[in-house]
């Protein structure tokens, strides 16, 4: 038990490290521990740790090792090999992952193979999963946002295996090489399943929640409906994971028991019991193969293997070594788990059951046993899902009481009704299996609604977590420990100690990675300052709910004092809708007021300011409302201590001058952000010799097409001698001003916060 813990232990230690070691030295150290170990007892858990980071580099190599390189961003390639997934229709694009067998540029071969995710905007025909194809396309390393509290779009993308992201372009090169399947016979199968269901059930609201619960296809649910399942805490129901797994196991080994039963003959051959559970086992497969067999079904699947194994050939388990052995089979067959927040709340799930409830008498009373569970449940993740998270679902506990029981109840009539629609003339238990659904998804639609349904608050500190997870022991422990009610005093920290903030007379600044677009932060002892809001797109994403919010709720701030946008333009007010929904504003202005999808904005006018604890807060410009566009955009200056930052929106080359004219040496600022993102329309010599900036922040998009910030000007600013950061190379940017005229920075959050799957692009990038 302890040797696989350390085998665990070393895999999690592996996935902390900032960059890979070489993979020859680590094999060479776990070699020579392997054959010390041998003779010395003492060295066989180091050795097991050891065996773990080998075994979890070996794994993460074959999308590290061999990456798409930077300097192919955006190249025009031609790709040769199979789709890899269902594809996904979104309405503006269709989005797959497609095995690379072969790459070409300009005919001449590339050295690059592997797992990519493609998106074809248009003109899309009916893609089938396995087909092969020869697709033009410009692709990108993987590469997301970076930013304090935000999602790591790179780590979801390496613990996928996809090496690069991009799209297909406009080329005749464009052709399907073979209609077959392939190996992806898997994936074909479920396609239909999918493409069936879409047929019987057409355009009704259940059918991605049907497609979710057969197939584990989630593409089919709305961004709606999936807020409703995390404020009802509901959303490991509907997702094929251990807890649905293990209810098509339970329902099957018991039916298969019962029905075993019946026979002499067969009860003679093979005990019931063990009959049920060969049953479980081979249903919780074929359900985990209709799942596509994704890492949480895999995961469920180890461990139903190992209860059910050691009950099939009548080994005694002990709960913990029962867990260890399945901790330690999901971590050899699929080391990059423990980047999947679903591995730790599943183990940890169990791992607290085992604790609360195997200590105690069981109770007679089903519900009163459910009921504890729940509790268990509940009360021991908390420090976890406010670690990931950073939001809680109140009304989880209740709400799964009723939920999970009715859910067992559901899951095995859909499969049914989903296997009896295949049959002419046997539609009709589906649709009212969806209907019956639909009213479920309505009720917790209602309860979503309730203003304590779940409550948000700040990434708790290290101490808090670790104090916080003690506090969680005690109140689970049995009803004997003394003590046991100062676990509820050390649960307070985490919902009551706030983040430290900027002291009197501090701003800390952080300009935000939004791609390309412009979104950045001004805290101060007295209010928050938001400047722009970053770009929205057609799909619906956007980064003011995404970005923005998620930076700001892990800082403890629940609202903006303040809310500038400086104009109207799409990257700077794209977020703005999906911002105001997540947190309140008092106070909204804009130069471009009538653009504006949210009533109530003021106008900034040149000479109008306001001062937070010793920070003053100036607009520059406009000077009238007769700008539009670019030229309309609000520019701010922030300063203490003797210290400043400028922001400057979209403004161009013209406004600048004018600036320069009236202003002068009031210009001077220690920091620039970079008007437009670095275009050649903008930051003019004459401009950044009348700032004489030390700092110049530019916010762009990795990769983009625009070319931003543009050669000219990165070149302009060079040749001044200022330094320089980018959004797209650093992540977003802190820099601190201090009361007394010190500056603290700046420091970028893809270095502060990387780890070894990090994109880190060449300055060049």
């Known amino acids: ?34 054959v010390l170990a041998w003779r010395l007892v ?40 199979r789709i890899a997934s269902i594809p996904v229709e979104t309405g503006y694009a269709t989005r797959f992952l497609f095995q690379v067998e072969r790459t070409l540029q300009n005919t001449n071969p590339i050295p690059f193979q592997g797992l990519v995710r493609l998106s074809w ?15 033009p396309v410009r692709l990108k390393p993987r590469h997301g946002y970076a930013n304090p509290g935000g999602f790591d779009f790179e780590r979801w993308l390496f613990q996928q295996g996809i090496k690069a992201t991009g799209h297909l372009r406009h080329s005749e090169e464009l052709e399907r090489l073979d209609a077959g399947s392939g190996p992806y016979w898997l994936d074909r199968w479920r396609q239909g399943i999918a493409d069936h269901l879409a047929r019987v059930l057409g355009d009704a609201r259940t059918l991605g929640l049907v497609q979710a619960l057969t197939i584990g296809e989630t593409s089919g649910f709305n961004p709606e409906d999936w807020e409703i399942l995390t404020l009802t805490g509901t959303s490991h129901l509907v997702a094929i994971s251990g807890l649905n797994v293990g209810m098509i196991a339970g329902v099957f080994l018991v039916l298969a028991r019962w029905l075993w039963s019946r026979s002499v003959r067969l009860t003679l051959a093979l005990a019931a019991p063990r009959a049920g559970a060969l049953a ?19 995961r469920a699947l180890v461990m139903l293997a190992v209860v059910l194994g050691a009950f099939f050939w009548r080994r005694t388990l002990r709960p913990y070594h029962a867990l260890t052995l399945a901790l330690v089979g999901v971590l050899a067959l699929d080391p990059g788990a423990v980047l999947s927040y679903g591995f730790w709340l599943s183990f940890a799930a169990v791992a607290l059951l085992l604790f609360n409830l195997g200590q105690r008498l069981p109770s ?27 939001r809680v679902s109140l009304i989880a506990p209740l709400v799964n009481l009723v939920a999970v029981p009715l859910f067992s109840l559901l899951l095995p009539l859909v499969l049914i009704a989903s296997l009896a629609s295949l049959i002419p003339g046997f539609a009709w238990p589906l649709i009212l299996t969806a209907e019956l659904l639909g009213w479920c998804l309505d009720g917790l639609a209602w309860l979503a609604t309730l203003p304590w349904a779940a409550a948000t608050f700040p990434a708790p500190l290290p101490w808090v977590w ?24 050390l649960l307070l920290p985490l919902v009551a100690i706030r983040p430290p903030g900027p002291a009197p007379g501090e701003v800390w600044f952080t300009l935000l990675d939004v791609g390309q677009g412009l979104a950045a932060v001004a805290r101060t002892g007295e209010g928050t300052l938001v400047y722009d809001t970053g770009p929205g797109f057609t799909s619906g994403f956007n980064t003011g709910s995404a970005v923005v919010a998620p930076f700001l709720l892990a800082q403890g701030i629940d609202r903006i004092d303040r809310l500038v946008v400086s104009h109207a333009d799409r990257d700077h007010t794209g977020g703005l809708l999906g911002l105001a929904e997540r947190i309140a504003f008092d106070h909204l202005q804009s130069g ?19 001062t937070w604890s010793g920070v003053s807060f100036l607009f520059l410009h406009p000077e009238d409302g007769g700008a539009r566009g670019n030229n309309a955009s609000c520019v701010l200056r922030i300063e203490t201590g003797g210290r400043s930052i400028l922001l400057t929106g979209d403004v161009e080359q013209g406004v600048e001058r004018r600036l320069v004219e009236r202003l002068g040496s009031k210009l001077r600022s220690d920091i620039l952000v970079a008007g437009h993102h670095g275009s050649a329309t903008s930051t003019s010599g004459e ?49 601190r001003l201090g009361a007394g005229g010190t500056i603290v920075g700046p420091r970028g959050w893809r270095e502060q916060a990387g780890r070894l799957w990090t994109h880190r692009p060449g300055n060049g990038g």
């Open 280 to 298: 479980g086992i081979l249903a919780a497969l074929v359900y985990a193969g209709l799942a596509g067999f994704s890492v949480s079904t895999q």
């Open 364 to 390: 007679r009373d089903l519900w009163t046993r459910w009921g504890r569970a729940q509790w268990a449940v509940t009360i021991g993740l908390l420090p976890l899902l406010l670690s990931m998270f950073g």
């Open 687 to 735: 401009f950044l010799h009348a700032v004489a900036p030390g700092l110049v922040l530019f916010s762009a998009g990795y990769a983009n097409h625009f070319g931003f910030p543009a050669r000219m000007v990165r070149a302009r600013v060079a040749g001044q001698g200022i330094g320089a950061f980018n959004t797209a190379i650093e992540g977003a940017v802190e820099i």
């Open 466 to 489: 670790g104090v916080s997870a003690i506090g969680v022991m005690l109140l689970l422990a049995p009803r004997g420990l003394p003590g046991r009610w100062l676990g509820l005093v």
């Open 42 to 81: 003492l060295l066989r858990l180091p050795f097991a740790c050891l065996l773990g980071i080998f075994w979890a580099q070996l794994h993460a190599c074959a999308v590290l090792c061999q990456p798409f390189p930077d300097e192919l961003a955006r190249a025009p390639l031609l790709l040769e090999g």
């Open 592 to 610: 471009e007021t009538t653009e504006l999808d949210l009533p109530g904005a003021t106008s900034c006018q040149a000479g109008d300011g306001w």
């Open 1 to 34: 038990m302890r040797a696989g813990l350390a085998f665990a232990a070393g895999v999690a230690a592996f996935h902390l490290f900032p960059v890979m070691p070489p993979l020859w030295l680590v094999g060479l150290l776990t070699l020579l521990l392997a």
């Open 121 to 135: 905007y248009k003109g899309a025909p009916a893609l089938k999963a396995g087909e092969r194809w020869r697709l």
